[in-house]
């Protein structure tokens, strides 16, 4: 039986699938506890591309755990993302770099930095540990990093992420641009998803004070090509507003190759977008220049805002 549980969010993305393996694998190789990678939802595209290239399976699916349970958390921290009886679990340890949301009664490990993608952390952890970082392991951690900094081009990106993804690409034996380029591809491929999968694939409840909201991200190489379902997409936002109770539904069709996003806002608190980016909503849209990090660029903006 799994002593320790290692899970990052709801909707994970690569940083999330990655860094729950490689988390399970540190704590596994240090003899610390008997640990195993989960995941709390469906893979995407960019990540099952990462797991095809290494010939890997995806963590197993973990829909419930018993009270009591010992948990490892990583690229998450919040209540809201993570799995429903957080607050009855032993939460051995925290790596994430994402901001501080959580109260526990008792003391635990944690590991939060500034950064661009929990793995370059982990790539710390390992190194301050003198663990081995393996081929395999080197191209989880480089592909998360690649993912979460857009290639190095996101606004979150940092001198530890680059300092990171240099040291990894040269073990993982892997051209950074072209194997990456091609991975943010894979994951920008939206043919085989549902409207409701694909509002559900990068989502995240962020409230803004008072405004109650969810941030939906996509990443895309072809804005033209997402915006072809807008209407189906503003259909759906608008159950999941009036089913969630939601003041408001951001979904950031993020371009890859040329740095922006295209927002569709619905809600009755949209016009806080016009107010944060001084752009005008025309049929609930608006193209946001140089906008492609929902952490840096969308959450602090839109906060100050409200």
């Known amino acids: 039986m799994v002593k320790t549980y290692v899970f990052g969010h709801k909707s994970p993305d690569s940083d999330t699938i990655t860094s729950s393996i490689v988390m399970a694998n540190l704590e596994n190789k240090l003899g610390n506890t008997d640990a195993k990678a989960y995941r709390l939802g469906s893979i995407n595209k960019e990540t ?165 909201s969810i941030i939906n991200q996509v990443n895309t190489a072809s804005i033209d090509d997402v915006m072809e379902m807008k209407d189906e997409l503003e259909e759906g936002i608008s159950k999941i507003i009036d089913s969630e109770n939601l003041d408001l539904f951001i979904l950031l069709i993020t371009d890859i190759v040329n740095s922006n996003s295209q927002v569709i806002a619905l809600g009755k608190s949209a016009k806080l977008i016009e107010k944060a980016y001084g752009v005008e909503l025309i049929d609930n849209t608006a193209l946001l220049e140089g906008v492609v990090s929902r952490k840096k660029q969308v959450v602090p903006i839109m906060t100050e805002s409200a």
């Open 48 to 212: 099952e591309f990462i797991l095809n290239y290494l010939n890997m399976d995806a963590p197993e699916l973990l829909e419930s755990i018993e009270d009591g349970s010992d948990v490892i958390l990583v690229d998450h921290n919040s209540p809201s993302e993570s799995i429903d009886n957080l607050n009855n679990l032993n939460i051995l340890k925290i790596v994430d770099h994402h901001k501080l949301a959580l109260e526990t009664s008792y003391p635990l490990f944690l590991r939060f930095e500034p950064v661009g993608c929990t793995e370059t952390i982990l790539f710390k952890l390992y190194q301050e540990n003198g663990v081995e970082i393996t081929k395999e392991i080197a191209t989880l951690m480089l592909s998360a990093i690649v993912s979460d900094t857009l290639l190095l081009k996101s606004p979150t990106t940092t001198e530890d992420d680059i300092s990171a993804v240099k040291a990894l690409s040269k073990i993982a034996e892997v051209d950074v641009e072209e194997y990456g380029l091609e991975m943010l591809k894979a994951g920008t491929d939206l043919s085989s998803f549902t409207i409701d999968e694909i509002l559900q694939l990068d989502a995240k409840q962020i409230d803004f004070k008072d405004v109650r």
